[in-house]
């Protein structure tokens, strides 16, 4: 995903301190973990038990709006030094691996300074401070936070929210559906040290049907999957990931009527469904899972969300967890940047739509008439981490790259005819320039879906992107198809090897030889590394770009005026197919650069702070 202005970086920005300290454990020795919400009445609708606050603090006032229901959280706001501390004792269960705070924050200020913190907000469990927001948060709605707390696992302590303000002009903190989600752990940890990543080879089924304006979908999603460690597998995890965009437990995305085990509730802001199999899976065995499948487009220029007539469905598929020497990986949803982690699968999905409705989608497409009015698109990709679709009446204009590769651009109304034709040349030039130097475009067609009112920039899909009119942009989300798509990673704890590596590809597509670009360098902290997981960046999301993107590609390019233009090269084509529909850590890669050099590169390493 490619941020591509300051002001657009997801979140509103805002400082954080002490999250370098909470590493999530390894739950590979956890105990039994039953998923849990601990944060009660974290939506103030029943009055304010058990939270202690302020007199009034708790308010159903219409000076200031819910996030959802009627009452919320008001600290601060009177125009004079004053202090406000919204708390409660909270108990994470032992066993649980996974603990994550969410809660959606309103800041409203009369402060008129762009550079000065007058009046802060301090968010804390026990002593620990996990973050800080000022008057410079201040914004139009509602943002969602999140805090990844799994160091707490085993232990009570009180979470809090001080608002503190200054003598004069008013800033107002307004805290609404605060949660506190622990999950992870399991009945069936890993073998100690085993890297085996489970569920393995899934293959996905899917039957959708639109309404008429391509809004809602409704049918039924099967994934029939293997056990390919040697610890038994007991169970499995669905990300829902776009329920992040709704109101939990009020979602966009549901589940209903489950066969092939038992769902639990949904916990990590309910992305996470946890499934109970019948039967322990041993290794080399398979099971089969499926459920009937609802989807609701909320609005928005997002990765999910219809603009006017046209819609985004960017992960609204339910998609398998990963479980590896590290346990089950359910990270919370991030807008800063992707949480996203899966092994390559197969999907078979089938969309029945109104006809003058034009469906984008993943892997290569099939049109067939359906009912009176009514289109069916089967589209089948294989090897591929996820599925994305768009649905609307776009103007399409195709053609095909040198290397054989059918490019498709689809556009909204509002974007000329020529503004399209320009990024059908830079989309077939961006495709084969990144496979001349990674390896051959595997998925036969690419669909780049243009809207000028993406606030993100833009955002990959396998084979299937989302972008402005900007050539440096849509040649980036290309490059995603190799680093990402291809070359998997775990988005969340290592954004660097899909952004850094893509932004770099990005330069070499371009011309650009990034001479200099490391002199620039200037580190905000002793804690800043390029290789921070998201849970940092969405402390500091106001470095992420700059360190993630532009640091972390000028190291590569640094590593290539260390090594030579030739090893360089030579090195990532050799690392991409050897990482071909797998997954790349920084320890391979570092491990992998070394084999290719004779120069010693443990000081650039270190210098570059690229740890792992």
């Given at each position: 995903?490619r941020?591509?202005?300051?002001?657009?970086?997801?979140?509103?920005?805002?400082?954080a301190?002490?999250l370098?300290?909470?590493?999530?454990?390894d739950?590979?020795?956890?105990?039994?973990?039953?998923?849990?919400?601990?944060?009660?009445?974290?939506?103030?609708?029943?009055?304010?038990?058990?939270?202690?606050?302020?007199s009034?603090?708790i308010?159903?006032?219409s000076?200031?709006?819910?996030?959802?229901?009627?009452?919320?959280?008001?600290?601060?706001?009177?125009?004079?030094?004053?202090?406000?501390?919204?708390?409660?004792s909270?108990?994470?269960?032992?066993?649980?691996?996974?603990?994550?705070?969410?809660?959606?924050?309103h800041?409203?200020?009369?402060?008129?300074?762009?550079?000065?913190?007058?009046?802060?907000?301090?968010?804390?469990?026990?002593?620990?401070?996990?973050?800080?927001?000022?008057?410079?948060?201040?914004?139009?709605?509602?943002?969602?936070?999140?805090?990844?707390?799994?160091?707490?696992?085993?232990?009570?302590?009180?979470?809090?929210?001080t608002?503190?303000?200054?003598?004069?002009?008013?800033?107002?903190?307004?805290?609404?559906?605060?949660?506190?989600?622990?999950?992870?752990?399991g009945?069936?940890?890993p073998?100690?040290?085993?890297?085996?990543?489970t569920?393995?080879?899934?293959?996905?089924?899917?039957?959708?049907?639109?309404?008429?304006?391509?809004?809602?979908?409704?049918g039924?999603?099967?994934?029939?999957?293997?056990?390919?460690?040697?610890?038994?597998?007991?169970?499995?995890?669905?990300?829902?990931?776009?329920?992040?965009?709704?109101?939990?437990?009020?979602?966009?995305?549901?589940?209903?009527?489950?066969?092939?085990?038992?769902?639990?509730?949904?916990t990590?802001?309910?992305?996470?469904?946890?499934?109970?199999?019948?039967?322990?899976?041993?290794?080399?065995?398979?099971?089969?899972?499926?459920?009937d499948?609802?989807?609701?487009?909320?609005?928005?220029?997002?990765?999910?969300?219809?603009?006017?007539?046209?819609?985004?469905?960017?992960?609204?598929?339910?998609?398998?967890?990963?479980?590896?020497?590290?346990?089950?990986?359910?990270?919370?949803?991030?807008?800063?940047?992707?949480?996203?982690?899966?092994?390559?699968?197969?999907?078979?999905?089938?969309l029945?739509h109104?006809?003058?409705?034009?469906?984008?989608?993943?892997?290569?497409?099939?049109?067939?008439?359906?009912?009176?009015?009514?289109?069916?698109?089967?589209?089948?990709?294989?090897?591929?981490?996820?599925?994305?679709?768009?649905?609307?009446?776009?103007?399409?204009?195709?053609?095909?790259?040198?290397?054989?590769?059918?490019?498709?651009?689809?556009?909204?109304?509002?974007?000329s005819?020529?503004?399209?034709?320009?990024?059908?040349?830079?989309?077939?030039?961006?495709?084969?320039?990144?496979?001349?130097?990674?390896?051959?475009?595997?998925?036969?067609?690419?669909?780049?879906?243009?809207?000028?009112?993406f606030?993100?920039?833009?955002?990959?899909?396998?084979?299937?992107?989302?972008?402005?009119?900007?050539?440096?942009?849509?040649?980036?989300?290309?490059?995603?198809?190799?680093?990402?798509?291809?070359?998997?990673?775990?988005?969340?704890?290592?954004?660097?090897?899909?952004?850094?590596?893509?932004?770099?590809?990005?330069?070499?597509?371009?011309?650009?030889?990034?001479n200099?670009c490391?002199?620039?360098?200037?580190?905000?902290?002793?804690a800043?590394?390029?290789?921070?997981?998201?849970?940092?960046?969405?402390?500091n999301?106001?470095?992420?770009?700059?360190v993630?993107?532009?640091?972390?590609?000028?190291?590569?390019?640094?590593?290539?005026?260390?090594?030579?233009?030739?090893?360089?090269?030579?090195?990532l084509?050799?690392?991409?197919?050897?990482?071909w529909?797998?997954?790349?850590t920084?320890?391979?890669?570092?491990?992998?650069?070394?084999?290719?050099?004779?120069v010693?590169?443990?000081?650039?390493?270190?210098?570059?702070?690229?740890?792992?």
């Amino acid at each position: 995903m490619r941020r591509l202005l300051p002001a657009l970086t997801g979140a509103a920005l805002f400082a954080a301190t002490g999250l370098t300290a909470l590493a999530t454990p390894d739950v590979a020795s956890a105990a039994d973990c039953t998923p849990a919400q601990v944060v009660a009445n974290g939506g103030f609708e029943s009055g304010s038990s058990p939270w202690t606050a302020p007199s009034g603090a708790i308010t159903a006032d219409s000076g200031q709006s819910a996030h959802s229901g009627s009452s919320y959280a008001w600290l601060d706001g009177y125009g004079s030094s004053h202090t406000d501390t919204l708390s409660q004792s909270v108990t994470l269960p032992a066993g649980c691996g996974t603990a994550t705070l969410g809660f959606w924050l309103h800041v409203d200020t009369a402060e008129t300074t762009t550079g000065t913190a007058y009046d802060k907000l301090a968010v804390k469990l026990g002593s620990t401070t996990l973050a800080t927001y000022s008057n410079l948060d201040a914004g139009d709605g509602y943002v969602h936070r999140t805090v990844d707390v799994s160091a707490f696992a085993g232990r009570t302590a009180t979470l809090s929210f001080t608002g503190v303000e200054d003598a004069s002009l008013q800033t107002s903190f307004v805290l609404d559906d605060v949660t506190l989600d622990v999950s992870g752990g399991g009945t069936t940890p890993p073998q100690p040290g085993d890297p085996t990543r489970t569920p393995a080879a899934p293959a996905y089924t899917v039957n959708l049907t639109s309404d008429a304006s391509g809004a809602s979908w409704n049918g039924h999603e099967s994934v029939t999957f293997g056990n390919a460690s040697a610890a038994p597998l007991n169970e499995v995890y669905l990300r829902l990931w776009d329920n992040a965009h709704g109101s939990c437990p009020a979602t966009p995305i549901t589940v209903t009527n489950v066969t092939g085990g038992t769902p639990a509730p949904l916990t990590v802001n309910c992305t996470a469904l946890r499934i109970a199999l019948p039967a322990p899976l041993a290794q080399g065995q398979s099971g089969t899972v499926g459920f009937d499948l609802g989807i609701t487009v909320p609005s928005g220029a997002d990765r999910f969300g219809h603009d006017g007539a046209y819609n985004f469905l960017g992960n609204a598929l339910p998609v398998l967890a990963i479980r590896d020497a590290a346990g089950w990986h359910l990270d919370p949803y991030t807008n800063n940047g992707e949480s996203f982690y899966s092994v390559a699968a197969d999907f078979d999905v089938t969309l029945d739509h109104p006809t003058g409705l034009l469906v984008p989608a993943t892997g290569t497409s099939v049109d067939t008439p359906g009912t009176a009015g009514r289109t069916v698109t089967r589209a089948t990709a294989s090897k591929v981490r996820d599925f994305a679709w768009g649905a609307g009446p776009f103007a399409r204009t195709s053609g095909t790259s040198a290397a054989g590769v059918k490019v498709n651009v689809y556009s909204v109304a509002g974007i000329s005819a020529a503004d399209a034709a320009s990024m059908l040349a830079t989309s077939i030039s961006a495709v084969d320039a990144h496979a001349q130097r990674f390896g051959a475009y595997p998925y036969g067609e690419l669909d780049a879906v243009l809207d000028n009112n993406f606030w993100f920039g833009g955002m990959e899909y396998p084979g299937f992107v989302l972008d402005l009119v900007s050539t440096t942009a849509l040649t980036h989300e290309i490059g995603h198809q190799w680093w990402y798509g291809i070359v998997g990673d775990d988005e969340y704890n290592g954004p660097w090897l899909d952004e850094a590596f893509t932004d770099y590809a990005t330069d070499l597509a371009l011309g650009k030889t990034g001479n200099g670009c490391w002199n620039s360098v200037s580190w905000a902290s002793a804690a800043e590394r390029i290789t921070n997981s998201m849970a940092y960046w969405d402390a500091n999301s106001s470095r992420y770009s700059a360190v993630v993107y532009g640091y972390g590609k000028c190291a590569l390019h640094d590593l290539r005026r260390t090594i030579g233009d030739g090893p360089m090269t030579t090195l990532l084509r050799n690392y991409a197919q050897a990482h071909w529909y797998g997954v790349s850590t920084t320890a391979e890669f570092k491990a992998a650069a070394q084999a290719a050099t004779t120069v010693d590169l443990t000081s650039f390493w270190s210098q570059h702070r690229i740890d792992g």
